[in-house]
């Protein structure tokens, strides 16, 4: 059975909206997860991160991979992990192991996110700004309905059913990846006798581990001085080392021959280097209300899980109208128009999260929320479209996963970013000031926006 097309974009956006699926669910779990574990906010924090550090590093990794090795293996093979962690997740003995399976789990929606944009990009030639909105509607829908039927299934089944919900989608992907994905020709790099050193080489382990290494000392670091409130031995100790590895990792970099990360081509092509930091502020902005409300909701406004879940409906629903829209508008305007009007909503929402006070009614965080919910929209076409106008398209697998990784890094920023301002305890202070910050930020993201060029690459690199 030849399930064409539409097939293939069934695939894909059910395979990648379990990442923000399962980011959005465990935003309500926090609270839960806290009172079950006996942990602080700080700590269990790390229920987040570690989805996040992993899938910083997965991203570009699958997506050299796919490269190397063909998408659709990547794609599929990300389903199977999907579907052993969450079905392994509920059963974790403890909190440690839990985040164990997360981080599995994250691995596996990495290497579908980081080779799905690329499918729809080699198989759909046609109004690709289109087919983007197409996914960004998944991915929207996800955000939509994440918040609330988390809410409802802790509620009523606890948290281990935001794992068991996963399979249903994970096996309606894979029927139809298998039936839809071309297959891909294997890569001239890869040969049958290559030895285990040249397949590492190939994919550039040391790269890899030294990326690890630095980001999650440096996250280490600065999540224990925010816990303790003092800088100590162990913050100067992990901190120096996550800097020094980090100063090693950029040097290995430049000098590798196949680069994990291929930094001169940040140079080589700046408009790519651009979109990748602003995609990494507006994750910034965007994680930092998705995360830091639902919490605000349960600790300060005390609503209860359903009812979080619910007010959280209005950023997912507003993304979910708007991504079509926003998709033809970008196909007859291009990206920069739509992404200067984004940075202008998340301004006027951080706007309203600064002047919330404890007696402010519940709706003007569900008005912010539905600016972010707009913007969001925007920003998951325009990005998009944003990155294939300036990335050449033989080097697609390996842009997608950096742009990714923008994205994970933005989102680890923004739980600091929280933990930070918050500290161990929600307070109403504390969110204006968050919000302060955001509306700083967004209002930086506005300029970097009108400044951006929509030249992109030529069209025979692209071509």
């Given at each position: 059975?030849?399930?064409?097309?539409?097939?293939?974009?069934?695939?894909?956006?059910?395979?990648?909206?379990?990442?923000?699926?399962?980011?959005?669910?465990?935003?309500?779990?926090?609270?839960?997860?806290?009172?079950?574990?006996?942990?602080?906010?700080?700590?269990?924090?790390?229920?987040?991160?570690?989805?996040?550090?992993?899938?910083?590093?997965?991203?570009?990794?699958?997506g050299k991979c796919s490269d190397l090795f063909g998408r659709r293996k990547i794609f599929l093979m990300g389903l199977v992990i999907v579907f052993v962690s969450s079905m392994l997740a509920p059963w974790s003995?403890?909190?440690?192991?839990?985040?164990?399976?997360?981080?599995?789990?994250?691995?596996?929606?990495?290497?579908?996110?980081?080779?799905?944009?690329?499918?729809?990009?080699?198989?759909?030639?046609?109004?690709?700004?289109?087919?983007?909105?197409?996914?960004?509607?998944?991915?929207?829908?996800?955000?939509?309905?994440?918040?609330?039927?988390?809410?409802v299934l802790i509620h009523w089944w606890d948290w281990h059913s935001i794992f068991i919900v996963n399979i249903p989608f994970v096996m309606v992907s894979f029927w139809f990846g298998w039936k839809s994905i071309p297959k891909?020709?294997?890569?001239?790099?890869?040969?049958?006798?290559?030895?285990?050193?040249?397949?590492?080489?190939?994919?550039?382990?040391?790269?890899?581990?030294?990326?690890?290494?630095?980001?999650?000392?440096?996250?280490?670091?600065?999540?224990?001085?925010?816990?303790?409130?003092?800088?100590?031995?162990?913050?100067?100790?992990?901190?120096?080392?996550?800097?020094?590895?980090?100063?090693?990792?950029?040097?290995?970099?430049?000098?590798?021959?196949?680069?994990?990360?291929?930094?001169?081509?940040?140079?080589?092509?700046?408009?790519?280097?651009?979109?990748?930091?602003?995609?990494?502020?507006?994750?910034?902005?965007?994680?930092?209300?998705?995360?830091?409300?639902?919490?605000?909701?349960?600790?300060?406004?005390?609503?209860?899980?359903?009812?979080?879940?619910?007010?959280?409906?209005?950023?997912?629903?507003?993304?979910?109208?708007?991504?079509?829209?926003?998709?033809?508008?970008?196909?007859?305007?291009?990206?920069?128009?739509?992404?200067?009007?984004?940075?202008?909503?998340?301004?006027?929402?951080?706007?309203?999260?600064?002047?919330?006070?404890?007696?402010?009614?519940?709706?003007?965080?569900?008005?912010?929320?539905?600016?972010?919910?707009?913007?969001?929209?925007?920003?998951?076409?325009?990005?998009?479209?944003?990155?294939?106008?300036?990335?050449?398209?033989?080097?697609?697998?390996?842009?997608?996963?950096?742009?990714?990784?923008?994205?994970?890094?933005?989102?680890?920023?923004?739980?600091?970013?929280?933990?930070?301002?918050?500290?161990?305890?929600?307070?109403?202070?504390?969110?204006?000031?968050?919000?302060?910050?955001?509306?700083?930020?967004?209002?930086?993201?506005?300029?970097?926006?009108?400044?951006?060029?929509?030249?992109?690459?030529?069209?025979?690199?692209?071509?």
């Amino acid at each position: 059975m030849n399930v064409g097309k539409k097939g293939l974009m069934l695939a894909v956006g059910l395979g990648i909206m379990l990442n923000p699926l399962n980011s959005s669910m465990i935003s309500v779990a926090i609270s839960r997860l806290q009172l079950v574990y006996q942990l602080d906010f700080t700590a269990v924090s790390w229920i987040i991160l570690s989805f996040y550090i992993a899938s910083a590093v997965a991203q570009p990794v699958m997506g050299k991979c796919s490269d190397l090795f063909g998408r659709r293996k990547i794609f599929l093979m990300g389903l199977v992990i999907v579907f052993v962690s969450s079905m392994l997740a509920p059963w974790s003995p403890s909190f440690s192991w839990l985040i164990v399976f997360r981080i599995v789990q994250s691995i596996g929606t990495s290497m579908m996110v980081a080779v799905g944009m690329a499918i729809v990009r080699m198989n759909v030639t046609e109004k690709q700004a289109s087919a983007l909105s197409t996914l960004a509607i998944f991915l929207s829908g996800a955000a939509a309905i994440g918040p609330f039927i988390g809410g409802v299934l802790i509620h009523w089944w606890d948290w281990h059913s935001i794992f068991i919900v996963n399979i249903p989608f994970v096996m309606v992907s894979f029927w139809f990846g298998w039936k839809s994905i071309p297959k891909d020709e294997t890569s001239p790099s890869i040969s049958a006798h290559m030895s285990i050193r040249q397949w590492l080489a190939l994919i550039d382990a040391p790269g890899i581990l030294m990326f690890t290494l630095a980001l999650v000392t440096l996250l280490l670091g600065l999540l224990s001085v925010n816990s303790t409130g003092d800088i100590s031995s162990w913050h100067l100790l992990t901190g120096g080392i996550g800097i020094i590895t980090l100063v090693i990792f950029i040097r290995h970099e430049l000098k590798a021959a196949t680069p994990f990360i291929p930094l001169r081509t940040f140079a080589i092509y700046p408009e790519m280097t651009w979109v990748n930091v602003q995609y990494m502020l507006v994750n910034i902005l965007f994680y930092a209300l998705f995360f830091g409300v639902p919490t605000y909701l349960k600790q300060v406004r005390h609503l209860n899980e359903v009812y979080t879940g619910m007010s959280m409906l209005a950023l997912g629903v507003c993304s979910l109208i708007i991504s079509p829209i926003a998709g033809r508008w970008i196909d007859r305007s291009g990206s920069r128009p739509a992404l200067i009007v984004s940075a202008g909503l998340m301004t006027v929402g951080s706007l309203f999260i600064a002047v919330m006070n404890e007696t402010s009614p519940i709706v003007i965080i569900i008005v912010a929320l539905a600016l972010f919910g707009i913007s969001n929209g925007l920003n998951a076409v325009g990005m998009q479209a944003a990155l294939f106008k300036s990335t050449p398209k033989e080097m697609i697998g390996v842009a997608s996963g950096i742009f990714n990784t923008s994205r994970y890094l933005g989102t680890i920023l923004s739980s600091l970013l929280i933990g930070i301002v918050m500290g161990d305890t929600f307070s109403v202070t504390g969110f204006q000031i968050l919000g302060v910050i955001l509306t700083v930020l967004a209002a930086s993201l506005i300029i970097m926006s009108i400044r951006s060029k929509e030249d992109g690459v030529n069209p025979e690199q692209v071509n």
